[in-house]
């Protein structure tokens, strides 16, 4: 299984959280209780408490989180919710759930994430939201969005799915629009041992709407108020997410510092690593650009060292959305054809994060 003369893009299994975990799954199967119980009501509670939110609000995935938090809006068919092109798809197949088209506006070329400019550019008299992604770790340029989403009276919801812990001038994120969408993907910073999500709101009446929502919309048992979803986070992955919950701080701590290292060992290299524009970035990943990237990662491969591409499409260019005739985005092309992730994750040892140096200076 694992080559100990590879270095690994990512390391998923339990390691100093493995007791903790083993603890938590044997104390819900023993429960009997799997589904909206009391783990659910918990995480919930230490999730907003560590988002500095008032509601967390668990559902069945990042993508969910985003649609419903939509819906619980009233944002759908002929309703358009601005977004960038370069995040994972599921950011715009959230909003294209709910009915609405999905507009793209292109990326910052440095900062990687909306560029505010573009986004006022794109706004309609349809515009109903506006949905940022803090993408790889790192914020989006809130403040002008935030000012933007003002001037035309549009929500504005957060996809933190890489940005746990994550702040924005020292604004934690999903507390600086109407609602954050936080996705538990076994891959993200706070992961599960399967599908999870959450919403992060100071809204109480969005809260409860939310609650409605991914209960079938029922408001008592078996009566179906509206056409809700059914997209409840679980027992077991609450409970395995409030055992690794403790540990999220430290991880980031490490994610930071093997960022700082590779920023220092990869000046002067062939590739460009993108400037950090807010030391809230919690490094979900660590892109470098570099207009040779077959060759690159072919060159650290044969070094051992895994890559992958995030994204190697952007989302506009996807099939699935060629029947919106999306609007494409020139940086978001160019990006997307240059975007390599070194692998950056909290067990990667000194040593580890050492040869991926080596093997990108030998390039
Ligand atoms: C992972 C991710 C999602 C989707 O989350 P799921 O839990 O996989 O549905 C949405 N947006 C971004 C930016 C993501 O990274």
Redesign the pocket.
């Known amino acids: 299984m694992s080559d100990p003369s590879r270095v690994v893009f990512n390391a998923l299994r339990p390691a100093e959280d493995a007791d903790a975990i083993a603890a938590a799954l044997v104390r819900v199967v023993a429960s009997g209780w799997y589904i909206l119980g009391p783990e659910v009501e918990q995480f919930e509670a230490e999730f907003a408490a560590a988002c500095h939110a008032t509601h967390a609000v668990g559902v069945g995935?990042?993508?969910?989180a985003?649609t419903l938090i939509l819906r619980a809006l009233d944002i759908g068919p002929g309703d358009e919710v601005i977004t960038p092109p370069l995040?994972?798809a599921?950011?715009a197949l959230a909003v294209m759930m709910t009915g609405a088209t999905p507009v793209f506006a292109d990326i910052d070329p440095q900062r990687l994430t909306i560029d505010p400019q573009a986004a006022a550019a794109a706004v309609t008299p349809r515009t109903r939201a506006l949905l940022p992604?803090h993408?790889y770790g790192q914020s989006a340029d809130m403040t002008p969005l935030l000012a933007l989403a003002e001037r035309h009276g549009l929500a504005l919801v957060e996809?933190c799915?890489?940005a746990h812990l994550c702040t924005s001038e020292g604004r934690p994120v999903g507390t600086m629009g109407i609602a954050g969408a936080f996705?538990?993907?076994p891959t993200?910073n706070l992961g599960a041992l399967g599908?999870g999500?959450a919403v992060v709101t100071r809204d109480a009446t969005l809260a409860q709407r939310l609650r409605r929502l991914r209960n079938g919309g029922q408001t008592t048992r078996y009566h179906h108020e509206e056409a809700g979803a059914n997209s409840r986070l679980d027992e077991i992955q609450a409970a395995v997410l409030r055992a690794r919950l403790p540990y999220l701080a430290g991880w980031t701590t490490r994610r930071r510092q093997i960022a700082q290292t590779y920023r220092a060992g990869l000046t002067g290299t062939a590739v460009h690593v993108p400037p950090p524009y807010d030391d809230g970035h919690v490094y979900h990943l660590f892109p470098v650009l570099t207009p040779q990237r077959t060759a690159f990662q072919a060159h650290l491969l044969a070094q051992g060292v895994e890559t992958l591409i995030h994204y190697p499409v952007p989302i506009p260019r996807q099939p699935a959305l060629s029947s919106l005739h999306p609007r494409q985005c020139a940086v978001a092309d160019r990006i997307c054809g240059e975007v390599c992730s070194l692998p950056l994750y909290p067990s990667l040892s000194d040593p580890e994060v050492d040869r991926v140096i080596a093997s990108v200076r030998s390039f």
């Open positions: 995935t990042g993508t969910d985003i995040s994972a599921y950011s992604v993408l996809d799915a890489q996705s538990f993907y993200k599908d999500g």
